[in-house]
């Protein structure tokens, strides 16, 4: 009885096998299908038209017939494909000029082996309308292969709607299949796409690239086979801060049936592998996803040949120019497909004053013989190659993509002789932010991460040597660890004011929703003194911190009332913080406003405290793509002279946020020059003044001025009013490399670079004769940004240049005279009049090295201006301009 059961459950199955609805396209047997197809691809700005675009057509007729069919399943065959009549022509009308393609046959631009290997027949084995092997010939190129793919990933379909995860020549994708009465609709989910060349992107979402996809099949069915099939691809890529910076690529497939004649019999044979050896013992089956595609660069220079062409617009005198990051970018690209032998040559042929210009490219380059060649070149137990090792680490510091290589590199530098102090600081601070980086891209767990980790969390506690407990808490502040928040909250209370200052801007970098009760009450702590006395510029940063911080309403009431009980300076700091945030509508602007209904905590003795000491916040740029803010905070000694200066600016993009500078300058134990007293808790503070500067959300070693009364005597004397530099070079900001596989089997390259030429400076003067002081901070710099999106097939190639470049200079310059009492400051911030240019190019060219490019370009110059600050500092910029006059 069981035997029988079993029997007849096995002839359902098999009826059911032959019987059943069919599962995707069926063809007939002994019968030829004859179709005609295209394949296009376009590129261009994200708002051109096809008929500016460039880019090809391939058109070819497709023959299609079964070649065998499982005997027991209708949706198991075995198809074969052959290409003819091949044609290809520029994707829109052309004048002759403008045709690259003019007077070239379809052989003369594919060349004979390859026009042979894509019309030569191949198979597919598809089964309930899923590819299950793909069949061509090794041999053949990958670019030939790929197209073959590209056609074959149409035939695949199913009859039903709903999601699948499918594997066709885009890769592994999820799909979703609508079906109606004769047509399906075939919708590609792209984000999902799993390939195997994989590209990389800028960690900063402000500084990063954008990309918009959707892919679209639309099929219909005549007697259970594809009639049409109209497949649109598109894919476009946008610079976030300037979405204008946009390039796209279309796609596009068409395949019609033309019509169906009598075809070769069936194969005969017990399954697929036994009937494709049959058919041809050199078939093979590769694999419907697309392979990677190796392009060779015929006649390009080589890397020693690329620097000396450029390096001449990397001179010092040339950084301030768009030429500069523009040759910088340039670089980059011919480092990243050189040897490690290749780029030593380079570094050891550059001249003294574009090597700097040399360790930043190469060290932005981020690929394995790049890292090789630095370290290999640098030595780092000479104190003499400082200026070289600090743009080494810096580059390392603002790297878009680092792996774990880069700071295992570091790492074993830190544990090696270093021979200068300053270097070895710097080592440490940068390993901080490259454990941010990884941590960000999911590497935390990594071995050399868990390493560094360790180091710089065990690190303050390590050591009684002051630059070195200060080296490692700037290390955790770039790192960004949640297990360095209780060492913060920790040193917030040190005696030691350089460290509750780092401790303190460190907590403000975090997520409010990780300022736990313990933070905020230690915070409060510092600010109110409750266990000690503290300078004024820590009990600022406190402030700073319990403001931006979703204050409660006891804690902006109790700050509120400690106002005209501070030293006097820090009453008027406070204040004009109160009134920046309330102004700017800043998060905690509503609980302000809330205590500020209480006649205690708001009334006219508490709010009209004078003095010179500020801060203001305004927007520098305001866009539908980026928001940009500056804020100005300036606390002065009872005696006027500077204790802090703090610039910053910050980037918005969507729901992202940059730190792109913060420029902090420090001055303290100064009173002695004018015989004044000094305020409370300060009482015995050495002479010191220096700066400290954050780029792109990497803070870098402060930079000393002078430190100790024989050292601030020798500086007063020697002063020549020259700026200090702090930083100098060139940064690659934004990077983004992608390979973008295309469902008609060609590939496009995506490459957009932004690189940026900066030159931060600083200095402080005091003239005890004219019983002034003026600092300032200086930042001159060139950004440029290019996109690049090429699809490239060896015989024929097709691409679009995005880019824009810009010149600009910000100053800021603080004058104060403290010859009588209240002391006169006025603070100007400057930018320039400066240029912006965008450019358009779009180029296509063949084997042969015929090629077309056009190009077009708008520029435009926006006006200079000084930053609007309160109004009190345009009245007393009045009084100084007056009486220096």
Known sequence: MFTVLVLLLCAASSVSAKGAAAAGPRLNNDQLYKFSYTTEVLVDRVRGSKEGSAGYRISSDVNVNLMWRDPGNDDDQLIQLALTNLRIEPASRRSQKKNVLHGSTTESVLGVTKLAALTKPFLLHLKNGKTKAFYSYRAEPATIKNLKRGLASL???QFNTGKVIENDVSGRCMVQYKAVAGQVTRTKILETCKTPETGFTTHSQVLGVSRKSSSVTTFTLEDGFI?????????????????????????????????????????????????????????AALGIIAEKVKSQCKGCP???????????????????????????????????????????????????????????????????????AMLEFLNFTDAKGLVLQERFLYACGFASHPNERMLQALTDISKGKIGSTDIKESVVIIMGALVYKLCQKGGCNLPVVEQVKKLILEGPESTQ??????????????????????????????????????ALTSLQ?????????????????????????????????AADVILSSNPSYMEVKNLLLSIGNLPHEMNKYMLSKIQDILRFQLSSS??????????????????????????????????????????????????????????????????????????????Q?????????????????????????????????????????????????SMTGEPMNVVKGLILLTDHSEVIQLQSGLKAGAEFQGGLAIDISGGMEISLWYRESKTSVNNRGALVVTGNVTVDMDFMRAGVEVSFETE???????????????????????????????????????????????????????????????????????KVFDSSW
């Not at 407990?469 to 209370?493: C, G």
Request: glycine residues 4%.
């Open 155 to 157: 035939f695949q379909l």
């Open 227 to 283: 009639r049409t099939a109209s497949a649109e691809e598109a894919h476009s890529l946008a610079v976030n801060t300037r979405r204008s910076a946009a390039a796209k690529v279309i796609s596009r497939q068409t395949l019609s049936l033309v019509g169906i004649e009598a075809g070769p019999l069936e194969v005969a044979g017990k399954d697929v592998a036994g009937v494709v050896q049959s058919i041809d013992l050199k078939l």
């Open 302 to 372: 080589t890397l020693l040949e690329h620097w000396q062409a450029l390096q001449k617009q990397l001179e010092p005198a040339s950084l301030s120019k768009g030429t500069a990051p523009r040759s910088f970018l340039a670089l980059i690209q011919s480092i990243r497909k050189a040897s490690k032998d290749e780029i030593l040559k380079v570094l050891k042929s550059a001249s003294k004053t574009t090597l700097p210009q040399a360790v930043d490219a190469v060290t932005s380059s981020q690929t394995v013989a790049s890292m090789d």
């Open 465 to 502: 040597v002051e630059s070195e407990v200060q080296m490692y808490l700037l290390a955790l502040k770039n790192s960004m660890l949640l297990e360095a928040i209780p060492i913060f909250t920790k040193y917030a209370e040190s005696e030691v004011g350089a460290y509750s200052t780092i």
């Open 509 to 541: 970098r975090y997520d409010v929703n990780l300022m736990t009760e313990e933070v905020k009450q230690t915070v409060n702590r510092v600010y109110h003194q409750n266990r000690r006395i503290y300078e004024k510029n820590v009990r600022a940063a």
């Open 590 to 667: 509503k609980v302000i406003r809330q205590v500020m209904k209480d006649m205690i905590s708001h009334n006219y003795d508490r709010f009209s405290k004078v003095g010179s000491s500020s801060a203001y916040s305004g927007f520098m740029a305001q866009s539908a793509d980026v928001t940009s803010t500056y804020s100005l905070d300036i606390l002065y000694s009872g005696s006027g002279i500077l204790r802090r200066s703090n610039m910053n600016i910050y980037g918005a993009s969507k729901d992202a946020m940059l730190h792109g500078l913060q420029v902090a300058i420090e001055a």
């Open 669 to 717: 134990g100064l009173e002695s020059l004018i015989a004044a007293t000094p305020d409370e808790g300060e009482e015995n503070l050495e002479s010191f003044a220096g700066m400290s500067a954050l780029l792109f959300d990497v803070q870098l070693r402060p930079v000393t001025f002078f430190k100790g009364y024989s050292d601030l005597m020798s500086k007063m004397f």
């Open 808 to 878: 600009a200079s910000l100053d800021f310059i603080t004058t104060v005279q403290f010859s009588e009492y209240p002391f006169l400051v006025c603070m100007q911030m400057d930018k320039t009049t400066f240029p912006v240019s965008e450019y358009l190019t779009k180029y296509e060219s063949v084997s042969s090295g015929k090629s077309v490019v056009s190009q077009k370009s708008k520029k435009q110059l926006v006006p200079g201006s000084e930053f609007p600050l309160h109004q009190e500092n345009s009245n007393m910029c009045k």
